[in-house]
């Protein structure tokens, strides 16, 4: 397919210019002010460092907005040495009577060829006996099995586990033929359906991840069908969303297409329609990553606004409130950018166009 020989061309060149981090350089943890299923609380997010994602090692070069794989150690990484890199990172932190952990392992934590078993049960076992109120991690779909997830809980017991998914979009097409996930809204559905079918017996939960303006998508296109997918979610049983806009990750296609000016991450005033209008439709919790907000590679307004609304953003995600009306002059080019923003486009059945 044209879009994976272009993703694993662009990968294959940035694995080219990549220098070689040791395991301590790639392991890294913050903590800050979040949402937890209990109430607000702490979260503490450990990256710990891993092989890679599979996804984006494999033939198909991976999504084609992110780099974490560059992030990676690229070679397969000893169970016990990132247990041990774990724990120096998490006990860095005093723990308060609501903290979470939140374990990035830039891919699946669920892969046993990107996170090793025995980090794996060691990682869980080790925070089943620690003061921390639930663990969550990511995983692809086809790591959600079954007996996965009953090794997961016979290490961490009656904690609470989300599993987070990036599901990306509802719509199959954009998932595969812009983004190149690899798998299909089917597959989806079956992993939630096995983490809703053991429900009755631990406390398991998930959540979706939602791409905010992938490529080859206009500004009024991303926000209507982020905002679907967030119902789409609901409607299924996801019991979380987040959102993810888009920021530009170095050497992945959409930087390529960005230094082309084929592409921009989206205006603020977008990401503020999209949460508002989900939190109106839908019952579950969601979220707005702002990362990158503000700067020249993620979602833009103008300097006036930028960090007033992400700091307007990160406080309703913690009350799940809405974002007030506020104002300035860059609002006037963001409707006119998105009123405009489907005029030009071909009338072309989609399924005909070439993608680049
Ligand atoms: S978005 Fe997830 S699945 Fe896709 S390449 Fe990145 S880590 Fe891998
Ligand atoms: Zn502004």
Redesign the pocket.
């Known amino acids: 397919m044209e879009i994976q020989e272009l993703n694993k061309e662009i990968r294959a060149r940035s694995f080219e210019k990549m220098k070689k981090r040791s395991l301590k350089q790639l392991t890294a943890s913050w903590y800050q002010d979040d949402l937890l299923y209990s109430g607000i609380g702490k979260n503490i997010f450990i990256i710990i460092p891993t092989v890679g994602?599979s996804?984006?090692l494999g033939d198909s070069g991976?999504?084609t907005?992110?780099s974490?794989?560059s992030d990676s150690f690229l070679e397969s990484v000893d169970g016990n040495e990132i247990f041990e890199l774990f724990v120096n990172e998490f006990e860095k932190y005093d723990l308060t009577e609501s903290t979470g952990v939140k374990i990035f392992s830039?891919?699946?934590f669920l892969n046993p060829m990107e996170v090793p078993i025995t980090a794996r049960d060691k990682i869980l076992e080790y925070l089943s006996k620690k003061h921390v109120k639930e663990v969550v991690v990511?995983s692809?779909p086809e790591y959600i099995k079954e007996d996965v997830l009953k090794d997961v809980f016979s290490c961490l017991g009656d904690k609470l586990f989300e599993v987070s998914i990036?599901l990306e979009t509802s719509n199959d097409f954009t998932r595969e033929e812009k983004i190149n996930?690899g798998f299909s809204r089917e597959d989806f559905e079956k992993s939630i359906g096995i983490i809703k079918s053991l429900k009755n017996s631990y406390k398991i939960k998930s959540k979706a991840y939602i791409l905010v303006k992938p490529i080859l998508t206009s500004e009024n296109e991303a926000i209507e069908e982020a905002i679907e997918t967030s119902k789409y979610c609901e409607r299924i049983g996801v019991n979380r969303v987040s959102f993810t806009p888009t920021t530009i990750h170095k050497g992945t296609l959409v930087e390529q297409l960005w230094k082309r000016g084929s592409y921009q991450p989206p205006w603020i005033w977008s990401v503020v329609e999209i949460i508002n209008e989900t939190r109106k439709n839908i019952n579950v919790p969601s979220f707005m990553d702002t990362s990158g907000f503000g700067s020249r590679r993620g979602p833009y307004n103008c300097k006036k606004c930028n960090k007033t609304l992400k700091n307007l953003i990160i406080n309703a995600n913690l009350k799940q409130s809405l974002i007030d009306n506020i104002d300035c002059e860059c609002k006037l080019h963001w409707i006119a950018d998105k009123e405009s923003s489907n005029l030009n486009r071909s009338k072309t059945t989609i399924r005909h166009l070439p993608l680049i």
Request: with cysteine; proline share 0%.
């Open positions: 994602c996804w984006a991976g999504c907005m992110c974490y794989v830039s891919g699946s990511e692809r990036g996930k």
